[in-house]
């Protein structure tokens, strides 16, 4: 080998590095000077194709990320929290990629808008198809407690004519790393609120906020100009300088010896630059309808557009102004200037992200971008009800739980309540049409299925007749109906049979009480007890009587005497003896007041064939064992009195069937209910009601209560439901309803969510395994379609099974 050194660029670079770098800059120069001519061009060409393929790529990049996009509209709840939309940004940066699944596809945005139509402010947060729309929903109510997050409901242009566009883009005017002001003391939205207001039709305002989490490299290139700041040598520019930098130029200023604005700046961005950032847009664009005439065409018609056309343009323009000047709140150590922005149409449609956006912070995104605070902001679109998931010890509807309902809130599970569980009563409330019939419906398909025994109560008619056409086929053979529509007999019912006398008349005449409160009094209690139980105790009457034996016994002396002949009991003996001493016109005064009540209610034909025409046709000991009883009472038929008593009567007997479960062993008592729709009106048995709900549990009869509002419960009936109807359901309710069921419902529901439901949305609070479960929101599910022909065989087979025989007479 030659003793000579090494050779070659790297050998000489190595050996002799000062003398390679000095060799390699004059090779530089000499080619630049000798070929500038052709070099500059070309550098240029490659400049210029760098610049054109970045951009290309950009664009490319962006038409990917937004096709396919959606939007997410967001309810504002009535209270917003000023911190939320914080909580909101904060939880989004999540969605910063890792740098080698944003090096082709980039890095997905977001948009945060605000779109104004005369129908109001709707607030709509779009991103790309690469973002979970799930996960984007959760955020929004997590971050707004009380907010709904709605996906996919874009509002349609509300346009009817050529529109004139015009909009800009606003951009920061001072370096980045100095913040906008965050410290606000009222809602900064309030000035883009008012420049929304008092659109006319066809008009719309949108205020487009696009922000993306800032990549590692974008924070460190606004980090570098943080330390230029803190070392002096970058400055960030204000106005009252510029002479000065046109007349001499600025010496290097210290860092201890900074004026205060300066290390006031410095403060300002160093705390702006703790926390992520994002990288942002906000674009705008006002749309105002050209309205053009509909005149003829010629001269008078092309001056009338050409005014028209002026008139919107100039209307657009002070709008667009308007939505710009909005923005200067935010002014401080950095303030937004405006940029017009060419077919704003086009580029609020598209929400590309461009190139390069400007870096905030959190806090000031949120003071940009986020919910209005005021609750009486003018044209905000608000929040029903929130949503809120079942907890997961609710169980699912099935052979031993009764079907509710569908959570609207997390999963879609179907929501149930164990048939045990069921046993703790039900109290159903809410307005006229917000879907307790259909709950009711639901509940009461489930337990004829599951052949349990069914009692429905029914004064308006609708439920009982949406359940006639939809019945299980199984229920042929064991459905007892009573309906006043139905032109056949009906089954009987006679009030006044009965093993136990003195409950039975118990019952009947604390019916006749409550019905009569105002005009019952103790005479005309004395009456109405004494010729009932002489009726049912004498030995000398027929087998069956009836509630019309009661006038023959008052009025009919040689009745009454036959009658009276077979009591035994002393007490009786001395009424009838003091009854007979009276006076025809005395015997009146006493009986008026019953006998007045008495003939109204047995002169409507369908209640003599129903309650006063011999013997019960069906048994309800048997319908509670498996049967099912309809009873079907509308008011606009019958009357609202007679619907009452017979309801009421209904009631009586099936405690009265209930009440003799205690002779049969506890597990062998089969599960049954009892459904009171505007139960108010059937409530009237003569004992507390809390005594009778604790024993019906016993008995494995579970009530079902639905009514309207609370003011129709008297007061020891709203006491007892609440404390005793352990599950409640409360469908849409009156905001003073609200407050009183806000104490079953909270915390997890306030009074507002109550009486802000939406339509056949209900809260509810069920017992769960003998425990109440938190409260919950669900919807309830649609009937089933009625079978073709169910209704007419039911029908046919009650009056086979249950109905009495043609009579020819007495």
Not at 726 to 739: H, L, M, Q, T, V
Request: glycine letters at 8%; proline letters at 8%; a positive charge.
């Amino acid at each position: 080998m030659s003793g000579s050194g090494p050779s070659g660029l790297l050998g000489r670079l190595l050996t002799d590095p000062n003398t390679w770098w000095q060799s390699a800059i004059e090779t530089v120069v000499s080619l630049g000077t000798t070929h500038w001519p052709t070099l500059l061009p070309a550098a240029a060409g490659c400049t210029a194709a760098y610049l054109a393929a970045c951009r290309s790529l950009h664009r490319r990049r962006q038409q990917r990320l937004t096709a396919g996009g959606f939007v997410v509209t967001i309810l504002s709840p009535p209270a917003v929290e000023p911190g939320a939309a914080a909580t909101l940004w904060s939880h989004l940066v999540g969605l910063l990629r890792p740098w080698r699944r944003r090096l082709l596809p980039g890095q997905p945005h977001l948009a945060f808008e605000y779109h104004f139509t005369p129908a109001g402010l709707s607030i709509r947060l779009w991103a790309p198809s690469a973002v979970p729309q799930a996960l984007l929903c959760r955020a929004v109510e997590a971050a707004w407690p009380g907010a709904h997050a709605q996906p996919g409901l874009v509002p349609a242009s509300l346009a009817k004519y050529e529109p004139f566009t015009t909009g800009g883009t606003l951009r920061l005017a001072r370096p980045e790393i100095l913040p906008l002001r965050t410290d606000h003391g009222s809602d900064p939205l309030r000035a883009l609120l008012g420049a929304g207001l008092a659109l006319q039709p066809g008009e719309s305002i949108t205020v487009s906020v696009l922000a993306r989490p800032a990549t590692g490299r974008r924070v460190r290139r606004a980090k570098h100009q943080l330390q230029r700041l803190r070392s002096g040598t970058g400055n960030p520019i204000r106005a009252g300088q510029l002479l000065d930098l046109l007349t001499h130029r600025p010496s290097r200023a210290a860092p201890g010896n900074r004026d205060p604005e300066q290390n006031a700046e410095l403060r300002a961005a160093l705390t702006k630059a703790a926390g992520p950032q994002w990288e942002t847009a906000i674009r705008y664009g006002v749309t105002i309808p050209v309205r053009q005439s509909e005149a003829a065409p010629g001269r008078d018609t092309e001056e009338a557009i050409r005014k028209a056309s002026e008139a919107a343009r100039a209307r657009a323009r002070g709008r667009a102004h308007a939505v710009a000047s909005a923005f200067a709140v935010h002014s401080a150590r950095n303030f937004y200037s405006r940029r017009h922005l060419r077919h704003p149409d086009r580029q609020l449609a598209a929400r590309h992200f461009p190139r390069r956006g400007d870096l905030l912070s959190i806090p000031e995104l949120a003071a940009l971008a986020h919910l209005p605070l005021d609750p009486a902001a003018p044209g905000v679109q608000r929040a029903g009800a929130r949503s809120i998931a079942p907890s997961a010890a609710v169980p699912l509807p099935g052979p031993l739980a009764k079907p509710l309902g569908t959570a609207d809130f997390g999963p879609v599970r179907p929501v149930g309540i164990t048939v045990a569980d069921s046993r703790h009563h039900l109290h159903i409330i809410g307005a006229t049409g917000s879907g307790k019939s259909t709950l009711m419906a639901t509940m009461i398909l489930a337990d004829a299925t599951a052949g349990r025994g069914v009692v429905v109560i029914d004064p308006k008619g609708d439920l009982v007749n949406d359940l006639l056409a939809r019945l299980p086929e199984s229920a042929l053979g064991r459905t007892v109906l009573i309906d006043p529509d139905d032109h056949a007999l009906p089954p009987r019912l006679n009030v006044l049979d009965g093993a136990d006398a003195d409950m039975v008349v118990d019952n009947l005449v604390g019916v006749f009480r409550r019905i009569f409160a105002a005009f019952w009094g103790p005479r005309t209690d004395d009456v109405m007890r004494a010729a009932c139980l002489t009726l049912m105790t004498s030995t000398t009457t027929r087998s069956t009587v009836t509630l019309a034996d009661i006038p023959r016994l008052l009025t009919e002396p040689s009745y009454r005497r036959r009658t009276t002949a077979g009591v035994n009991d002393r007490v009786l003996r001395g009424f009838w003896a003091w009854y007979e001493q009276l006076s025809e016109p005395s015997r009146a005064a006493v009986t008026g007041p019953l006998m007045n009540k008495l003939r109204a209610f047995l002169l409507r034909p369908f209640v003599q064939h129903t309650i006063a025409a011999g013997a019960s046709t069906f048994d309800l000991d048997t319908v509670l064992d498996g049967g099912i009883a309809l009873v079907r009472l509308p008011k606009g038929v019958l009357g609202e009195e007679t619907a009452r008593l017979l309801g009421s009567f209904a009631v009586a007997k099936t405690w009265q069937a209930a009440t003799r479960r205690a002779g049969t062993r506890e597990q062998d008592r089969r599960d049954a209910a009892l459904y009171l729709d505007e139960c108010h009106n059937f409530l009237t048995l003569p004992y507390p009601l809390e005594d009778m709900l604790a024993e019906a549990r016993g008995y494995r009869l579970g009530l079902v209560l639905a009514h309207q509002h609370l003011a129709q419960l008297p007061h020891d009936l709203r006491e007892g439901i609440s404390a005793n109807a352990r599950s409640k359901i409360a469908f849409n309710s009156s905001p003073e309803d609200a407050r009183d069921l806000e104490r079953h419902m909270a915390p997890n529901l306030s009074a507002h969510d109550l009486s802000h439901l939406g339509a056949y949305q209900a809260a509810a609070r069920i017992v769960t395994g003998g425990a109440n479960s938190p409260a919950c929101t669900l919807r309830t599910t649609p009937l089933p379609a009625p079978v073709p022909g169910r209704a007419t065989a039911i029908r046919r087979s009650s009056r086979t099974t249950y109905g009495p025989a043609p009579r020819t007479g007495r």
